[in-house]
């Protein structure tokens, strides 16, 4: 009921005509094409057979809307056919044929066909569309004027609102209808349009499809033209999904009409715009609009994108203008492929060889530029038709002997039914898809030349796009990439860090591999300072054969011989043990480098301790019988030596057992190398072992600090702390500088340090010895010892006697008995008044002097 309604409003002519006219439809267009057969294929194609009686007549204004506004327009003066559609034509006709050849393929059954033209017109759809329903003759709207109702599908439209507006009619009577050419993706709705079926893809591919084309030219500023409809706006929509996703900006979208009634507008928006590159979108007759309007402008220096909906040379006669304009206009196509004999079927193809065509004679008029007379179109000055014109000798824009895309379609469509209808009536009947075919591969575009149509210079290797406020995303500056970071690709929205192993090149496009790195005996620092160790090592080892070449003498004996021969020692192995830290770390050396230098270091502050000690308490033991005397002597000095040692070896022990050291890879240390290091494991142990030591050194420093008072003839205690203050200084510099380095140069700062430390120890204590021994042996007599040290006459000298070593353990009562008792180290300067004690092993320590 509904539908009948909506006839009657369609067709207002209908209304009240009497039931016996069968309410006929007046209609101003050709019946078609027909083609009998036991089954019927209609077909709506586009415009072919637009003529000049239509531009002429105002009465045909509504039917011939195409063609009246080119007219109106003035880009014509006279309308032609548009030949090369038709081929669409002749694609259904030979498919036809073919199949009613074919043994295989509905046997004994004939296909048949009726087609017609809309002229790009909503009504002449709605009308063909009814006229294929009624069969030859005029349209009777729910009657046919077939013997049998033998309609089996329809084939149409191009445009996707053609397309719909055929469905709203064929639905009503669920017949098939398969579009050649309509992508819109509202058609995929099986609800609104059940019995719709298409043999093109969905045009969301074409939306993929631009993207990757602007993108593969680097074209990221773009202009936008659509048509002002909704699928206009769905494929906007889509898109500018699309580019946001991939970075491309739209400098412009413009909506337009099918007419345009601000064509200036659209002009200087083309001219004026920044961007090499317009997307347009539309159907075909939207299209020629576009067209006109570009060419009229005479836009040069752009690029079209054109969708697949548009078929360039046959939406536009060659006669209405020219082509400069669309120069290097790149134009997506359908995909297809050559039908075969189709070629020899179109040359073969005569004026008179189907003379129920109704498209033929107006084709061939238009095409070879002749006249017929039965037929009121083209000029009166062409020559007259003669029918021997050959089809192979048009040029392209007039007729292509190639398969076009929306022909092989067609075929495709005509192929698609037999076969449906085939397995229907050979009990066979099962649902089938159409199966997807492998896509064609892209040729590789020859070099020509491609237009930038960006907003912004792109960004080079090497550098990443920062956004300028205000402006879109595709108008940026450019920046350099940040240090340890990477570009390897243009327009790279940021820098990417190089993999841990590997550093950025100078340029910053790529990455290195980073080379291995340690402190090595090869490279000058570490050649320096192995060479400093063996040097100080070497020094050492005199210094220890003077003082044993010179045990005996007074100088020798009264350093406690066996103290200073350990202090030695553990000297020499303290720069000994600085080579573990230079060379490639391994698990070994990872293990001992720390601990012994620890310990090493314990021992020969813990010698200075005890020597420190030792004179501090010499002089506390001030007259006979007291019992800090009875602490003096090598029991003490070797106590306090082994107690300190072992304090620190035992803390060593509990690191090597918690979390030992072991060798690691540094990657971020140094920009270019990979340092091979030892990490310290438990970092809390090794930080105790260096507190302990800083213990130990504090300690000494401050005895022999408090020392430094002693009368001034004794000048051992200051050398000490001297020595002390060195290697106190050395150790507190060795904190902020060992944590401020990096790599490799860390380890250099230790080596510095022990080195260092060491040395000072062994110049303020031991070269002013050295230098009596070897440079002033007058001086290294008991004689010049006292005499220096004490300002008695000869006389006086004479009173004094040695103790022996019976005598040291239970002192003698002084001569005088006044005396003080002071126990000095004969090697520096003594007191007035004392008693100088030999020890109990027989070194000299001292002499008993009488006041």
């Keep these: 009921m509904l539908s009948l309604v909506f006839l009657s409003l369609l067709f207002p002519n209908v209304v009240g005509k009497e039931t016996h006219f069968k309410c006929i439809l007046e209609h101003h267009y050709p019946e078609g094409y027909h083609k009998d057969g036991d089954f019927i294929i209609g077909a709506l194609f586009l415009a072919i057979t637009l003529e000049i009686k239509f531009c002429s007549v105002c009465a045909c204004v509504v039917v011939m809307e195409y063609?009246?506004?080119?007219?109106?327009?003035?880009?014509?003066?006279?309308?032609?056919?548009?030949?090369?559609n038709y081929q669409h034509v002749l694609a259904l006709v030979y498919a036809v044929e073919e199949i009613n050849k074919n043994p295989n393929l509905l046997p004994n059954t004939t296909l048949g066909f009726h087609t017609h033209e809309n002229y790009f017109n909503a009504r002449k759809t709605y009308e063909c569309s009814l006229s294929i329903l009624s069969g030859r003759g005029r349209a009777v709207p729910n009657y046919t004027c077939r013997k049998q109702n033998n309609l089996?599908?329809?084939?149409?439209?191009?445009?996707?609102?053609?397309?719909?507006?055929?469905?709203?009619?064929?639905?009503?009577?669920?017949?098939?209808?398969?579009?050649?050419?309509?992508?819109?993706?509202?058609l995929r709705s099986k609800t609104l349009f059940p019995f719709f079926y298409r043999t093109v893809p969905n045009e969301g591919l074409q939306t993929l499809g631009i993207t990757k084309l602007v993108l593969h030219f680097g074209w990221t500023w773009v202009g936008l033209i659509a048509s002002y409809n909704d699928q206009g706006e769905t494929f906007v929509l889509n898109l500018k999904k699309e580019f946001v996703q991939k970075g491309v900006c739209i400098e412009f979208t413009e909506m337009l009409p099918k007419m345009l009634d601000n064509t200036m507008h659209v002009k200087n928006k083309i001219i004026k715009s920044s961007s090499s590159i317009i997307v347009v979108y539309g159907d075909t007759d939207f299209l020629i609009w576009v067209k006109i309007t570009i060419e009229s402008s005479a836009v040069s220096g752009k690029v079209l994108i054109i969708t697949s909906q548009w078929d360039f040379l046959s939406s536009v006669s060659y006669l209405h203008m020219g082509f400069s304009s669309f120069s290097g206009t790149l134009s997506f196509a359908l995909h297809k492929h050559e039908i075969v004999g189709f070629r020899h079927f179109l040359q073969n193809i005569t004026l008179s060889k189907y003379p129920d065509d109704v498209f033929l004679p107006h084709f061939w008029g238009a095409a070879f530029s002749c006249f017929i007379p039965s037929l009121d179109s083209g000029s009166m000055f062409w020559q007259l038709c003669t029918g021997n014109e050959r089809i192979k000798d048009l040029p392209k824009y007039k007729f292509d002997l190639q398969t076009l895309d929306l022909s092989y379609n067609i075929y495709k469509a005509v192929y698609a039914i037999a076969k449906s209808l085939h397995e229907m009536y050979s009990s066979r009947y099962i649902t089938t898809k159409l199966e997807?075919?492998?896509?064609?591969?892209?040729?590789?575009?020859?070099?020509?030349?491609?237009?930038?149509?960006?907003?912004?210079?792109?960004?080079?290797?090497?550098?990443?796009?920062?956004?300028?406020?205000?402006?879109?995303?595709?108008?940026?500056?450019?920046?350099?990439?940040?240090?340890?970071?990477?570009?390897?690709?243009?327009?790279?929205?940021?820098?990417?860090?190089?993999?841990?192993?590997?550093y950025p090149n100078p340029d910053k496009t790529n990455c290195i591999p980073k080379s291995v790195t340690f402190l090595s005996f090869h490279e000058p620092l570490g050649i320096g300072l192995a060479g400093t160790a063996g040097s100080l090592f070497l020094i050492t080892i005199l210094v220890l054969g003077v003082f044993i070449n010179n045990q005996d003498t007074p100088i020798v004996k009264a350093n406690n011989r066996n103290l200073t021969y350990t202090l030695l020692v553990t000297l020499m192995l303290c720069f000994l043990c600085s080579l573990l830290f230079i060379g490639q770390p391994g698990k070994v050396t990872c293990l001992l480098r720390q601990t012994t230098f620890g310990i090493i270091f314990s021992a020969s502050i813990s010698c200075v301790l005890a020597k420190t000690v030792t004179v501090v308490l010499a002089f506390m033991a001030t007259k006979p019988g007291n019992k800090i005397r009875k602490w003096n002597g090598t029991k003490l000095t070797n106590s306090i030596t082994l107690f300190c040692t072992l304090a620190q070896v035992i803390i060593c022990i509990a690191w090597l057992k918690s979390s030992p050291p072991f060798p690691d890879f540094d990657f971020e240390s140094e920009a270019n190398h990979i340092v091979i290091q030892c990490n310290e494991g438990a970092a809390h142990m090794f930080y105790t072992v260096l507190g302990y030591m800083a213990f130990l050194a504090i300690v000494s420093f401050s005895v022999a600090f408090l020392a430094r008072k002693l009368p001034d003839i004794f000048n051992e205690a200051k050398f000490v702390t001297f020595s002390m203050l060195i290697f106190c200084s050395i150790w507190i510099s060795f904190i902020p500088t060992y944590f401020s380095t990096k790599g490799k140069f860390m380890v250099a700062v230790e080596v510095f340090s022990i080195l260092a430390s060491s040395a000072g120890l062994l110049g303020c204590i031991f070269f002013p010895k050295v230098y009596i021994i070897v440079m002033r042996p007058d001086q290294n007599t008991k004689r010049k010892l006292l005499k220096k040290s004490?300002?008695?006459?000869?006389?006086?000298?004479?009173?004094?006697?040695?103790?022996?070593?019976?005598?040291?353990?239970?002192?003698?009562?002084?001569?005088?008995?006044?005396?003080?008792?002071?126990?000095?180290?004969?090697?520096?300067?003594?007191?007035?008044?004392?008693?100088?004690?030999?020890?109990?092993?027989?070194?000299?320590?001292?002499?008993?002097?009488?006041?």
């Design 67 to 84: 063609c009246i506004l080119l007219c109106i327009y003035g880009i014509n003066s006279h309308c032609s056919p548009l030949t090369r």
């Design 152 to 186: 089996i599908a329809v084939i149409g439209g191009l445009k996707s609102m053609s397309s719909i507006q055929m469905s709203t009619i064929l639905g009503l009577y669920k017949i098939p209808q398969i579009s050649y050419g309509s992508s819109d993706e509202v």
């Design 436 to 502: 997807n075919r492998s896509r064609p591969k892209m040729h590789k575009i020859k070099p020509w030349k491609v237009p930038q149509s960006i907003c912004t210079k792109s960004c080079l290797e090497g550098q990443h796009k920062i956004a300028i406020e205000g402006n879109p995303v595709c108008c940026f500056a450019c920046s350099p990439c940040p240090e340890g970071t990477f570009s390897n690709y243009t327009n790279a929205d940021r820098c990417e860090k190089c993999p841990e192993d590997q």
């Design 790 to 851: 004490n300002p008695l006459s000869n006389e006086d000298w004479t009173q004094c006697r040695f103790l022996s070593p019976e005598e040291v353990g239970s002192p003698t009562q002084p001569l005088i008995p006044q005396t003080t008792i002071h126990q000095v180290d004969l090697a520096m300067p003594m007191s007035r008044n004392g008693s100088i004690f030999v020890d109990a092993s027989g070194s000299l320590d001292g002499i008993q002097v009488e006041d």
